[in-house]
Each structure stands twice: as C-alpha cells, then as structure tokens.
C-alpha cells in the first residue's frame, strides 16, 4: 500500500499555464506538507497543513495555492507557471507524539516548465 | 532561526570504505535531528534520528549517527560502504514548538561508491 502518493509523476507544461498536483496519505496522519527541490537538490519547505488548517506558509509566490479538502490530501495548484518553478515537489505527511515524531515524503512530481 | 550545515558535498568513496558525512545546525534549544537518504530518482526515505537519550543513533542499513551537543553536530557514519549507498543524503534539524515540526534541512551531501 501506499503511504503518500502524488499526482502527477511527471508534468511537462508552458510557461504561463495554470497546473495542479495532488498529494494523498493513507496513514491517517494530521499534518501535510510541500516541499520544493531545485536542480541543486535544495529541499525548501512550502507550505504545511494542519487538519486542513494552514500552519506553515513560506515565503512563496501567491502563484503558489495549497488546497486541503481533507485532513488526507493537500493539493498544490500553480498559477501563470514561470520557468523557475521547475523542480521536483514532493509531499509529505507526518506521525506526531514522542519518538516517533517524522515525516513521511510522497514519490515526488517533477515539475519542467517550457 | 535554525540552519543546518553540510559541508561535503560530494563524496566519492570506493566500496569498504568507511564513511563520515559531517552535518552541523545552528539552534541554541532542544533539537530533533534527522539523517534522510534519496536513492537516485526516489523520494526522500528516513535513515535515522535522534530525539533524546543516548547520542549515538543506530538506523537502518548498518548506518549510526552521534548527537554532539557541544559542537551542534549530528554527524553520520558507516563502517563499510556498498555501492548501493550511493545516493543523496540529507541533515535535517526540526527546533519547532506548539506541536508543529517545521524541518529545516541541509543541501545535501552527495554519495558515489565506486565498485
């Protein structure tokens, strides 16, 4: 099964377009995050999501819009992409309480922008 | 604001070889620290961490990191590398309170075993 999946694996589109990504968790955790890798494999937080609320929220372009319909999904729609939003964005979830506080991180969807 | 430092990176090691990747953060209160490894074309995957207690921190695939308080670092190790240790391997620091974990993490050291 599972854990943390993302949707699309692969996206390919043109500058100026408006795209989304998806993220689902079957662990039955609380919390959600996007993260963005660069091609300098930098791994920068996003966003993160707190049983649908909006805990965390880096300094990203308002193009930027996470959406959690439910404490299972944390979607990423980008608005007018730009060449430099190409990177690899991955999800993940994470298992709070003592030692077994972690995150758990989604396949990744690699972003190229035209 | 908490940062972490990774110095290394780009290691090449020849298999059998012993392996230290250095990783320090900046953070004057309680941390919990994390080794997370990226095997190429993969998503990140949780090697070890340390949250309290003893310092020195067994993970998956033979590798150990210490916890030392005095010098902010959580370096990691492993005796005798494979060639399927090459990959990318991340330091990651979470100083967050309220219940909530940001993690902060470092550049990334990247790993090549050659056979």
């Known amino acids: 099964d599972t854990a943390v999946s993302q949707t699309p694996k692969y996206l390919v589109t043109q500058m100026g377009n408006d795209k989304s990504i998806k993220c689902e968790q079957n662990l039955g955790h609380d919390t959600m995050y996007w993260y963005k890798q660069d091609s300098k494999k930098f791994l920068k937080i996003m966003f993160s999501y707190n049983n649908k609320e909006l805990i965390i929220n880096e300094t990203v372009p308002n193009r930027f819009s996470p959406k959690s319909p439910d404490k299972a999904h944390l979607n990423l729609h980008i608005n007018s992409l730009e060449l430099g939003d190409s990177a690899v964005y991955f999800c993940?979830?994470?298992?709070?309480?003592?030692?077994?506080?972690?995150?758990?991180f989604g396949p990744g969807t690699r972003l190229t922008v035209l | 604001a908490q940062s972490v430092s990774q110095h290394n990176h780009h290691v090449i090691l020849s298999e059998a070889a012993s392996l230290e990747l250095g990783c320090n953060y900046s953070?004057?209160?309680?941390?919990?620290l994390f080794w997370y490894v990226q095997y190429p074309g993969q998503h990140l995957q949780l090697l070890l961490k340390?949250?309290?207690?003893?310092?020195l921190v067994k993970g998956i695939k033979g590798f150990e990191a210490e916890f030392i308080k005095s010098k902010f670092s959580f370096n990691l190790r492993k005796p005798s590398v494979q060639w399927s240790d090459t990959a990318e391997y991340f330091c990651?620091?979470?100083?967050?309170?309220?219940?909530?974990?940001?993690?902060?993490f470092g550049t990334g050291t990247k790993l090549q075993v050659i056979p």
């Open positions: 990651a620091v979470n100083a967050g309170g309220g219940g909530y974990q940001k993690v902060t």
């Open positions: 340390y949250f309290s207690g003893d310092p």
């Open positions: 953070y004057g209160g309680t941390v919990n």
């Open positions: 993940a979830s994470r298992l709070a309480g003592g030692s077994a506080d972690t995150q758990y």
